[in-house]
């Protein structure tokens, strides 16, 4: 019963914490979209004003309120549709999520590490997408910033935003894991190869809607690997997500027995994966 | 409480004191000791040894907030990647003996977002009676934006999980373990994990921008004093913290002076800890925690110590017979 949970948890304000306390920018999205896609207008009307009050002056949103810095939930905010959350507010969302990138892709970074004598490798050359400015492109954060872009380049293509989108999805595929799937960011760590990770591997599979080739399939295949042994929500709700992106969801796919879904954000994500199996996804269009 | 000052209190009122006399804190502790106690097993008898551990060291806990900071990394219980929960278990029920007034063991994993599901996998949930309600997900608690007291990064400020602001004694547990950052990952280290990644992501990777040895030497002034207890029943060897090999040492180092016990750490591990960066930088000098300066009681460290294996990039950390 994700619906009524979710209703229960609505902090006075209208926004939602992850478990219990003050309002969270993430978790509010993430119910907003799965309470408007179940039809409950009320909360979700409550919900979108407590995160349209919290958009800050950059066209960014704070983890929080008091935060004081814009960052990756940006990504979320801007999946809510533009008629919904205001025309003028996605529109400068969309902006600030274009103008942002990992550190590691500045002109900055990459001069000082030439002048250094340092390589810039291929990992560097296609920008990411950061938790935080001020920090390197992580999968997570990059996945999310594509979800939201090519959603709103498929509504009002505007210059720029499809290289933006490609840019990003170059760099999912020069961070994909020997062998498949994603993990948090690095392939190899001093050496050593790093491991694929069920919720990255789903979350960028999404990411990659409707790009095919060898990475694609290879990681389809890890991804339906981590399904069978599946142990989290967060893992089970993003590679649903990710193999319906796809269109590789197995039919007929029964969940392993005992996943627990304690926050906000694994209740509200799994009412969006069944919406996307069936269909009918916020995350794409 | 009984009216004690938490160290949110101490941080945000006093911060011009604090860094006057570097010395105020909430309990009073003493300093530069560490004790080494054999421990074979992750068994029963943990229990009294952690209760004797903790009592012989005087953490003055009575009546107040503990919050316990074990290292909990990945989904792999069968590694020694987590602090041990059966020792985490050990240390509730021995600052609950005390009189502690609330013990709440807190975490913030650094890069897997889905903290219970990894408590829960790596045995929390079923060794700690009513886990649940005594645990925080420091990634995702209230926060207050804190003044660092001593800066070593370009880091001026730092936002922290109230529930670790608000102890009255901070308790790390970190495993024992190499890391292919910074040599060895202990108690110093394992503050990472009081960092939200609410705030800041997972990883938290604005702290290695700012320079990960000097993040940590930054957050050590935050924490300048927190009972460690360090999990070295079996410890990590190689590529640490994650994708290294088991290495049973049989052994748990405690004390209130985080660079003492780690200091004596690396000396068990046979890593100099003159070479680890963050410990030379909260030390200043060396001199600070050489072994002579270090209070030793419990087992000899000559006794116990055991080479940890180094990736090559960390050979030159191998301290040296006699160093």
């Keep these: ?285 | 409480m009984g009216g004690a000052m938490t160290r949110r209190d101490w941080l945000t009122g006093s911060a011009a004191a604090l860094v006057a006399t570097g010395c105020a804190r909430p309990v009073h502790l003493t300093q530069s000791e560490a004790t080494i106690v054999r421990a074979p097993a992750y068994d029963q008898s943990l229990y009294d040894i952690v209760r004797r551990l903790v009592a012989s060291q005087g953490a003055a806990a009575r009546g107040r907030a503990v919050v316990i900071k074990p290292n909990l990394v990945e989904f792999e219980p069968e590694s020694a990647i987590n602090t041990h929960p059966l020792l985490v278990h050990a240390a509730c029920e021995a600052f609950r003996a005390l009189g502690a007034s609330q013990v709440t063991i807190a975490e913030g994993p650094g890069h897997r977002r889905d903290t219970l599901d990894l408590a829960e996998a790596a045995g929390y949930f079923q060794t700690i009676p009513g886990f649940e309600d005594c645990f925080v997900d420091l990634n995702l608690d209230e926060v207050t934006l804190v003044d660092l007291p001593r800066r070593f990064s370009k880091l001026k400020r730092v936002y922290l999980p109230n529930t670790v602001l608000g102890a009255a004694l901070v308790v790390s547990m970190p495993k024992m373990k190499t890391h292919h950052w910074t040599g060895a990952t202990l108690s110093m280290k394992n503050l990472f994990g009081v960092v939200p990644g609410g705030v800041y992501g997972w990883p938290k990777n604005v702290l290695h921008w700012a320079g990960i040895h000097e993040s940590i030497a930054d957050l050590h002034t935050v924490f300048p004093r927190q009972f460690t207890l360090v999990d070295g029943i079996v410890g990590m060897e190689g590529n640490g913290p994650i994708q290294g090999v088991s290495k049973p040492m049989g052994v748990l180092v405690a004390g209130t002076d985080p660079l003492a016990v780690d200091a004596t750490c690396c000396r068990l591990m046979r890593i100099d800890p003159t070479r680890i960066g963050y410990l030379r930088l909260v030390a200043g000098d060396p001199a600070v925690f050489a072994e002579s300066n270090v209070r030793q009681t419990g087992e000899p460290i000559a006794a116990l110590a055991r080479p940890f294996a180094l990736i090559p990039q960390f050979r030159a950390l191998r301290l040296e017979s006699g160093a």
């Design chain 1, 1 to 285: 019963m994700p619906i009524p949970e979710l209703l229960q948890q609505q902090n006075p304000d209208g926004g939602w914490s992850y478990r219990r306390g003050g309002s969270w920018t993430e978790p509010t999205v993430y119910a907003v979209l799965a309470l408007a896609g179940a039809g409950d207008s009320a909360a979700a009307e409550r919900g979108l004003q407590w995160i349209r009050a919290a958009q800050r002056d950059d066209g960014g949103w704070q983890a929080r309120p008091g935060v004081g810095e814009s960052c990756w939930v940006t990504s979320l905010a801007a999946l809510l549709p533009a008629q919904r959350l205001g025309e003028e507010r996605h529109r400068r969302a969309t902006a600030w999520l274009s103008a942002t990138t990992g550190m590691e892709s500045s002109v900055l970074y990459r001069v000082r590490q030439w002048m250094m004598g340092g390589q810039t490798s291929s990992q560097t050359t296609a920008p990411g997408w950061p938790w935080v400015p001020g920090s390197a492109a992580w999968v997570i954060p990059t996945s999310l910033g594509i979800l939201a872009l090519d959603r709103e380049n498929r509504l009002r293509p505007v210059p720029g935003l499809a290289s933006r989108i490609d840019a990003g999805r170059r760099f999912l595929f020069n961070r994909m894991c020997k062998g498949g799937g994603w993990n948090h960011g690095s392939t190899r760590a001093l050496g050593y190869e790093s491991g694929a990770y069920p919720e990255t591997t789903g979350m960028a599979l999404a990411a990659l809607r409707g790009c095919h080739g060898w990475q694609t399939d290879q990681s389809l295949a890890v991804a339906l690997r981590f399904l069978d042994q599946c142990r989290t929500a967060d893992a089970l709700n993003w590679l649903r997500l990710g193999l319906a992106a796809q269109g590789r969801m197995p039919e007929g796919y029964r969940a392993p027995p005992g996943i627990a879904y304690r926050t906000v954000p694994e209740v509200a994500t799994s009412v969006l994966a069944d919406g996307a199996v069936a269909g009918k996804s916020v995350f794409w269009i």
